[in-house]
Structure formats: C-alpha cells, structure tokens
C-alpha cells in the first residue's frame, strides 16, 4: 500500500518592481511576496507597501496600464470609500466628509509663514500685558520678580523649535510658489479643488464619469486581475504617485511554520517615503 504524500500549504506568489530608482544603485528595486491562498486586492496592497518599508497611511489601486491615470480598468480603495460613505455597510464606518477648499488653502498658507516667530511675538505680546494688568496689584518688593515669572510663562507657550521644524511637510518649490502672487490658486489647481472635495491629481471628481472599468479592492481575490493580464501597475499615495509592476507568479509550497504573507526574496534598498526635502 503506497502512503498519499499530504499536500503542503500553499501561498501565491507576487514579484514587485518599484519605479523608483535609488541613487547609488544600478538597478530598480524589488521584493517577491507570498500571501495566503485567498487573500484579497487589499491584502496585497498591505504586503507590498510593508515590504518597502512605508506605512500603509494613504490610498491605492491597481491599474492595467502603465499611466494609471489613463488605464481602462481599475481596482482601487476609493471605489470601496465611496460605497462605504455615508452609509456603515459591511462593518465600515461612515467616512469623514472631505476638506473644503477653505480648509486646504488654510493649510497650505500655514506652511508659509514662521510659526514659531509668530509664537516668539505673541508671547511677548502677551507677557507685556499681563505685566500692565497684573503690576498695579503687586507689592513693589515683588515686581521684578512677577515680571520674570510673567516672562517664563508666557515662553512656556512655545512650542519646540525642533518639533517645529519637523512638521514642515511642504517641498520648497511649492511653499516659494505659495509665496507669490496668485500662487495659491496655482497651487490649488495642482491639487485639482473641485468644488467641495481635494482630489489628487488626476483624479476625478466624485459622480464625474471616467470612461473605464472600475472595482474595489476589498474582497477581491488578488488573482483576478491578473486573470486579464501577467503585469499591474500598483499606485500608492495619489498625489506622491509611488508606482510598482507587480506580476502574478503563481502558486507555491509555504515555508512550514511561516506567518504569511512574507517577503519570500528582495533586491535594491527601498525608497524612503518621507524624504527630507532640501531647504
């Protein structure tokens, strides 16, 4: 009687080539990922972004060409948002609505101006008076000293320099373009403020017809798209526009003992995500 060998588990298998080119490196970046049998679209999305190293705090979407802006079909998150806006289905919350315009040109301008110099200013502002209100009713044995109290109260409203500066989020040419006149409409029109809602560029507005095939992400198996075709292009952060080709490789035995999904092989370092960007 010949013993039935007992099938391994199995996981799908997925090669990613980041577009982006890291200087010093002679070649594109990649990883190959395993996820379980069954995982979904956004199971993918997970694994790829966790095998370079960035944090899964933005949107994305799977597309058949090469500009994704210009793909006729897609599988993206925003297709699962607007289902889920509005209306809790499926376990989902209801979305937050979208900044106004208002709102983002507030925050744009926020990055133009020295906030910590305009903190320096109103402190002082504020110890002077607080010194004309508070110096009247104080003996004057003690005045000096209420003074240099008044003083380091109103410093301890500061913020740090340090942690300041760090939350300047803005690249350079943006913020000189915000300087100028009519920058911020510029700028606005490089975000594409349509009406009420910030979209990314390209994008369309919410209820505009695009013309392609368009799915969710969520509950998708990640192998249907590349029932159609072998390469996808995967987009995160609209608006950053981190793009990789990501190529179904088919099925494979797990590594026993293993926490899917895995980085099953990888070359090149990782984009950083968060550059610093050069004043």
Do not use: C
């Amino acid at each position: 009687m010949t013993a039935t060998r007992k099938a391994g588990r199995q996981m799908q298998v997925f090669k990613v080539v980041s577009r982006a080119k890291v200087p010093g490196e002679r070649r594109l970046p990649y990883r190959v990922v395993g996820l379980p049998q069954g995982a979904d679209l956004y199971a993918l999305a997970s694994a790829i972004v966790a095998a370079f190293n960035f944090d899964l705090d933005h949107a994305f979407g799977f597309f058949d060409g090469k500009n994704p802006y210009r793909s006729a079909v897609a599988y993206e998150l925003f297709h699962d948002m607007q289902t889920a806006r509005g209306a809790p289905t499926l376990g989902l919350p209801a979305l937050p609505p979208p900044p106004d315009e208002a709102e983002v040109a507030l925050m744009l301008l926020l990055e133009t101006v020295d906030r910590h110099a305009l903190m320096r200013e109103t402190a002082g502002f504020l110890a002077r008076r607080l010194d004309e209100e508070l110096q009247p009713r104080v003996p004057e044995r003690l005045q000096a000293a209420v003074s240099a109290q008044l003083r380091a109260f109103a410093d301890g409203l500061l913020l740090d320099e340090e942690v300041e500066e760090a939350g300047t989020s803005l690249p350079p040419q943006i913020r000189a373009q915000l300087a100028q006149p009519g920058g911020l409409d510029a700028v606005l029109a490089q975000l594409q403020v349509v009406g009420p809602v910030l979209t990314g560029p390209g994008l369309p507005a919410p209820g505009q017809q695009t013309g392609r095939e368009e799915h969710g992400v969520k509950g998708v198996p990640a192998t249907v798209p590349f029932a159609r075709q072998a390469t996808w292009t995967f987009l995160f952060d609209y608006g950053d526009d981190w793009l990789f080709d990501v190529t179904y490789q088919g099925t494979q035995d797990a590594p026993p003992r293993v926490r899917l999904p895995r980085v099953l092989d990888a070359l090149g370092t990782a984009p950083e995500q968060y550059p610093e960007w050069d004043e």
